[in-house]
């Protein structure tokens, strides 16, 4: 009932705020429907530590003010022994956690984010692998290997500029890196190729700035990259991106966060038994209470560790485990 509650909660909050969005850009509201449904695991996905945690201190909450656990310790059971059940219940929900990471999400990510992308006037990703990336402009194609956010810097970055009269390429650019800076791309270790009348001329460059029709907010596909993925999927894509010389950090940290985050459903019920049984006399709504503001704690540290990872303060696995 609580993972019910706090899901469907999520969901309406989601929906409210992409209803401007929906109408200004003319999307049918099936459009958000099929949205919220496949983005409906994801929120499973993150509500389920919060709604263990809340549960464990509901149930012996309720149990301690009642005097049931008075009753059982009398009969020589152990608090200990009481909290087996819920601690194996936990083990159980922290298996549930991975198997929906890595067997579900993957692919409910990547229609619910095009689906997302629709509603908010933004591309949908054509392709996606862990390896390449390619979208589709007015009158241009776009492929990049890598696309850190935080930098607005594209690796391995290519355009290709076509006829559409025709559909005949007439250029293609390429660099190695490209900065967006003052509404310009700056593009290093490059060449293009211009085809005339059947014949290519070849240009090299080392830096060069060019102006193009879209800005780094066309590729914010990429932020979702990891939660699109499996964990062998996103170990291959750090070992490629880290051999070519790319800055694979951030992608390092979300490696070990998809072995970390399953855990926390299990840490945060170890954190809510004892105070379940010193507060059960205050009654479920205390323990509701003390849940949503220890959930809000924990969720505040986790974003900090893992922004200190990002920001490569701390080392990936510090960042995620911590």
């Not at 926390?264 to 205390?286: D, E």
Request: glycine share 4%; aromatic share 16%; charged share 20%.
């Amino acid at each position: 009932l609580t993972l019910i509650a706090l899901v469907v909660i999520a969901e309406v909050i989601v929906a409210t705020q992409l209803v401007d969005d929906l109408f200004k850009n003319k999307v049918p509201v099936s459009i958000l429907i099929q949205y919220l449904k496949f983005n409906f695991p994801q929120w499973i996905f993150w509500v389920l530590p919060v709604s263990a945690m809340t549960t464990t201190l509901v149930t012996f909450g309720m149990l301690t003010r009642h005097s049931e656990v008075i009753a059982m310790r009398s009969s020589g059971i152990s608090l200990y022994r009481i909290a087996v059940p819920v601690m194996v219940l936990a083990i159980g929900l922290c298996g549930i956690a991975y198997w929906l990471q890595d067997y579900i999400l993957p692919v409910t990510n990547k229609i619910a984010n095009n689906y997302r992308a629709q509603i908010r006037g933004e591309p949908p990703e054509l392709f996606s692998s862990f390896e390449r990336h390619w979208l589709s402009g007015a009158d241009s194609f776009y492929n990049y290997d890598v696309f850190d956010i935080r930098k607005n810097t594209m690796y391995g970055f290519s355009v290709y500029m076509v006829d559409l009269q025709n559909f005949i390429l007439t250029k293609r650019i390429y660099a190695r890196q490209a900065t967006f800076k003052n509404n310009k791309w700056f593009l290093k270790q490059g060449w293009q190729r211009t085809f005339v009348r059947g014949r290519a001329k070849y240009e090299p460059f080392k830096t060069e700035d060019v102006k193009l029709p879209v800005t780094p907010d066309y590729f914010r596909t990429e932020q979702e990259l990891p939660s699109e993925m499996t964990f062998n999927e996103l170990r291959d894509y750090v070992q490629k991106i880290k051999a070519r010389g790319f800055d694979f950090v951030r992608f390092a940290v979300d490696l070990q966060a998809k072995l970390s985050f399953p855990t926390v459903s299990l840490i945060l019920t170890l954190i809510a038994i004892p105070f379940s049984f010193t507060t059960g006399k205050r009654g479920a709504l205390f323990g509701i209470g003390l849940s949503i503001v220890m959930g809000i704690v924990f969720w505040f540290f986790l974003a900090l560790t893992k922004s200190l990872g990002y920001l490569e303060i701390l080392n990936p696995f510090l960042a995620a485990w911590t």
